[in-house]
């Protein structure tokens, strides 16, 4: 999985803690993505970034906050989190954002635990 | 708004067996569609996808997906399972007019010996 990288692979806090979760991608994309992957529900899309330019926060709570310096490096600032945040953090890259065909390459994912 | 069902949780099926996972989905346009693996403790790897044209498209690893439009359904295929391809996987639509990838919840494939 060198396409998209994700650092920490897994990571636990507590409540009042800060912490950041990085995603990079070699693929030459231009859209980059956050999922929340939690037990036996859908993935959940969190924000999309195109061109370094946020696109989308799908009602994300604001102890969430994503930062994406260039198209090839995403991140996720997390502060005092609850611990029903704790999941599967996914990061993904697609080439093109408008064009709806183009599949997304996913990385392997921060597991989140908050204590 | 777009919606993808995969009504099975779970689909065990013995090796060398032709495996089916099945996904329906709603959109308001014409639709593309993707299936996507997920192993454990790993991210979702894409195995193929519908664009238009020819129903039956072929993917990795053996997989194969049959799209047909009056059923609403693209359906995931193998002739043949194998052990290594119990996984979890997910189907996925994205309208034309929209920028979301809609994920179906999943469905665990066991393949025994």
């Known amino acids: 999985e060198t396409g998209v990288t994700q650092t920490p692979r897994h990571l636990v806090m507590g409540m009042t803690n800060k912490k950041s979760l990085k995603c990079e991608q070699h693929?030459?994309?231009?859209?980059m993505y956050w999922y929340k992957q939690s037990a036996k529900k859908p993935l959940e899309l969190m924000f999309v970034?195109?061109?370094?330019?946020?696109?989308e926060n799908n009602s994300v709570p604001s102890r969430f906050s994503p930062e994406c310096p260039n198209s090839s490096h995403l991140f996720l600032h997390l502060h005092t989190l609850q611990p029903e945040d704790s999941a599967l953090y996914l990061c993904?890259?697609?080439?093109?954002?408008?064009?709806?065909?183009?599949?997304?390459?996913f990385g392997p994912g921060t597991r989140l635990t908050v204590l | 708004a777009q919606s993808v069902a995969q009504p099975e949780d779970q689909v065990n099926v013995a090796e060398g067996n032709p495996l089916t996972v099945k996904c329906t989905y709603s959109?308001?346009?014409?639709?593309?569609l993707f299936w996507y693996v997920q192993y454990p403790n790993r991210g979702l790897q894409f195995l193929l996808k519908?664009?238009?044209?020819?129903?039956l498209v072929k993917g990795s690893y053996g997989f194969e997906a049959e799209f047909n439009k009056s059923q609403t359904s693209f359906h995931l295929k193998k002739p043949s399972a194998l052990v290594s391809d119990s996984a979890l996987y997910f189907c996925?639509?994205?309208?034309?007019?929209?920028?979301?990838?809609?994920f179906g919840s999943g469905t665990r494939l066991l393949v025994r010996p």
């Open positions: 993904a890259s697609s080439q093109k954002l408008a064009d709806a065909y183009n599949e997304q390459f």
């Open positions: 519908y664009i238009t044209g020819d129903n």
């Open positions: 970034y195109n061109f370094k330019e946020q696109t």
């Open positions: 959109v308001s346009g014409n639709p593309y």
């Open positions: 996925a639509v994205r309208e034309a007019s929209s920028y979301k990838l809609i």
């Open positions: 693929l030459g994309h231009n859209a």
